[in-house]
Antibody, heavy 119, light 107 residues
Framework: QEQLQESGPGLLKPSQTLSLTCTVSSGSISSGSYYWSWIRQPAGKGLEWIGRIYTSGITYYNPSLKSRLTISLDMSKNQFSLKLTSVTAADAAVYYC???????????WGQGTRVTVSS | DIQMTQSPSSLSAFGGDRVTITCRTSQSVSTYLTWYQQKPGKAPKLLIYGASSLQSGVPSRFRGSGSGTDFTLTISTLQPEDFATYYCQQSFRIPYTFGQGTKLEIK
């Protein structure tokens, strides 16, 4: 059973850079042909797809975030990461990492990490 | 982006009832449609993928149907653990998009 765990600072000031890491256990991130994704959910609201990275390093980003977003892979640590620059209050959310399956569905999720943006 | 419209946005039902949630997409997504269940403070749980395929371990009272732009999730014989929020998601085109959610509450 794949397990994913997000980590990163929970509180940021506006204009700072959000950096989150997802550690994948129970399997190597480089084995299999998977996309590794980030999804977020503002408090009390719905889900927003942020972007994904393939094991080859190819990335796909939500155009709404593309100018501020970088997703990267560290196979030596079995991790993938998200960097979002110039955060505002609109970026406050629970951030989930997840593994994308064949149909673009998500069976395996992290437990989520809450990010607050406040001065 | 492909727009997702779920209805209703909230729903009250009794245990034992049968309920249907619909998801409409702004353009065809073939059968690249997934349904999730989410409970407070938890990550979404995959229920149905490929519009109608039941995820392993999910009870058979959950059924998904549809293709193109119109999809339904039906829960027959509601159980206490089914009261939650349900989301649809399309994976036909990037960016993937989700419905706004349907909150299923106990009447």
């Amino acid at each position: 059973q794949e397990q994913l765990q997000e980590s990163g600072p929970g509180l940021l000031k506006p204009s700072q850079t959000l950096s989150l890491t997802c550690t994948v256990s129970s399997g190597s991130i480089s084995s299999g042909s998977y996309y590794w994704s980030w999804i977020r959910q503002p408090a009390g609201k719905g889900l927003e797809w942020i972007g994904r990275i393939y094991t080859s390093g190819i990335t796909y980003y939500n155009p709404s975030l593309k100018s501020r977003l970088t997703i990267s892979l560290d196979m030596s640590k079995n991790q993938f990461s998200l960097k979002l620059t110039s955060v505002t209050a609109a970026d406050a959310a629970v951030y989930y990492c997840a593994r994308e399956e064949v149909y673009g569905d998500y069976e395996h999720w992290g437990q989520g990490t809450r990010v607050t943006v406040s001065s | 982006d492909i727009q997702m419209t779920q209805s209703p946005s909230s729903l009250s039902a009794f245990g034992g009832d049968r309920v249907t949630i619909t998801c409409r997409t702004s353009q065809s997504v073939s059968t690249y449609l997934t349904w999730y269940q989410q409970k407070p403070g938890k990550a979404p749980k995959l229920l149905i993928y490929g519009a109608s395929s039941l995820q392993s371990g999910v009870p058979s009272r959950f059924r998904g149907s549809g293709s193109g732009t119109d999809f339904t999730l039906t829960i027959s014989t509601l159980q206490p653990e089914d009261f939650a929020t349900y989301y649809c998601q399309q994976s036909f085109r990037i960016p993937y998009t989700f419905g706004q959610g349907t909150k299923l509450e106990i009447k």
